[in-house]
């Protein structure tokens, strides 16, 4: 059993909904549904205060000897500030491409050029080798390493 399939059961058998652990654990409802779908895992911290929310004095009392940690595959996991700069390019939420070298972006229409730290906070997609392999949906949520797909390059007509 994953650790995600333990807290989601944990949850339904004392009737708490999803959106009762985010407000007391102090996380989206969106991020407990990550973690019950075992596609992030939960911090040291969070998964202490959701064990105190189901009753458990300590954690302890979780069954780590039963949970099945060896599936890191269904993980997604972050990409940090420090990994930027080894790869190509980023593309940021306002739509502008930056070419990487080393610890600065280069613009590619305009020249511009910003610090990989201003970057990595506005970046939506990070390439290397024509593959994109981290991503984030909103400005607010963890830039995250996904499984490196292909970009599929337009033709132009």
């Known amino acids: 059993m994953l650790l995600g399939d333990w807290m989601k059961r944990e949850r339904e058998k004392r009737n708490i909904t999803q959106l009762e652990v985010a407000e007391s654990v102090g996380v989206s409802q969106a991020k407990i549904s990550f973690w019950e779908n075992n596609k992030t895992l939960p911090s040291v911290y969070d998964l202490y205060k959701f064990s105190c929310l189901i009753g458990l004095t300590s954690l302890g009392e979780i069954p780590f000897d039963k949970i099945d940690f060896d599936k890191g595959e269904r993980v997604m ?16 939420f306002e739509g502008k491409t930056y070419e990487l070298k080393g610890f600065v972006g280069i613009e590619k229409e305009t020249g511009e050029i910003e610090k990989v730290t201003e970057l990595y906070y506005r970046a939506r997609t990070v390439v290397k080798n ?28």
């Not at 972050?78 to 940021?92: G, K, W």
């Open 77 to 92: 996991e972050r990409m940090s500030l420090y990994e930027l700069p080894a790869n190509d390019s980023i593309r940021t």
């Open 130 to 157: 024509n593959h994109v392999i981290a991503k984030r949906k909103n400005e607010t949520d963890e830039l995250k390493k996904v499984k490196p797909k292909k970009i599929k390059v337009k033709a132009n007509v």
